[in-house]
């Protein structure tokens, strides 16, 4: 029998890669409920166009907080050189055209929200993560559906780079107690700003649709408070900014196709 109709353009998933070198960037906007969709979609249209065509880029998603207050942009990039070629790409020209779609990417992202609405503004972080680690239960692959799925995202700051190495080992001891959680989530990952003391925790909790009510969604958190005195947080509290998601948009990598 062959596949149903329409099942080869259904949207992919954003994949999560932990091999050496593999970084994410992470872009988080403050939105109100009034203008969170205007400026998601405002965005999207140029972002398209505007990654799909670039060496070394793994994946693009963009998450909206069901409270309204939060936008997050994820790329994923090969390493942070290929990240820093794309970013210089922007300013040399050539065969894509960087310059014109940078004008509209920056256009979209960097303006003040008008009066329709439009544009996601400033964000209030961008910084290039380390992927410290990844789980998922046995057979599941690590991603995060293209659309309907509930993701948590966990921005956590330390004071300093050393208190920074402790809230990541502490994340990694949380993701240690995921097989005896029930729902469990079926990705979480653990991310460690490079230039910035931050420590994202990410958890894909499975679709809209599997749940009666949002408050009935888990949320992970590091269990900074049975930390011991050597690892070093018994005089630190981290400032936790955490909201659930739903992914909006997922955009992967195009192909290029020879011979034509």
Not at 1 to 20: C, Q, V, Y
Not at 113 to 131: I, W
């Amino acid at each position: 029998m062959g596949s149903p109709a329409g099942a080869d353009k259904l949207a992919e998933p954003i994949r999560f890669d932990d091999t050496d070198g593999a970084i994410a960037v992470i872009s988080l906007y403050k939105t109100t409920p009034t203008t969170q969709a205007a400026g998601i979609k405002a965005f999207y249209k140029t972002a398209k166009s505007f990654y799909q065509t670039i060496p070394g880029f793994y994946g693009l998603a963009l998450f909206s907080s069901l409270d309204g207050a939060r936008v997050v942009e994820l790329s994923q990039w090969q390493d942070q050189a290929s990240y820093e070629a794309f970013q210089a790409s922007l300013t040399s020209g050539g065969e894509e055209d960087y310059p014109k779609y940078y004008e509209k990417y920056t256009s979209s992202k960097g303006k003040k929200k008008d009066q329709d609405g439009a544009g996601l503004g400033d964000p209030v972080l961008t910084a290039s993560f380390a992927v410290e680690q990844i789980a998922s239960p046995p057979g599941m692959v690590s991603a995060i559906p293209a659309t309907m799925a509930l993701v948590q995202i966990s921005d956590i700051v330390a004071d300093t780079v050393e208190h920074q190495a402790n809230l990541v080992v502490a994340a990694q001891a949380t993701l240690d107690q995921l097989p005896q959680l029930y729902p469990s989530p079926r990705t979480v990952v653990v991310l460690s700003g490079l230039d910035t003391p931050h420590v994202m925790l990410l958890a894909n909790w499975g679709s809209t649709a599997e749940f009666g009510e949002v408050n009935q969604v888990p949320q992970l958190a590091i269990a900074t408070t049975v930390a011991t005195a050597e690892d070093g947080l018994e005089e630190f509290v981290p400032a936790t900014d955490s909201h659930l998601y739903q992914t909006v948009k997922v955009i992967t990598p195009k192909t290029k196709s020879y011979g034509k």
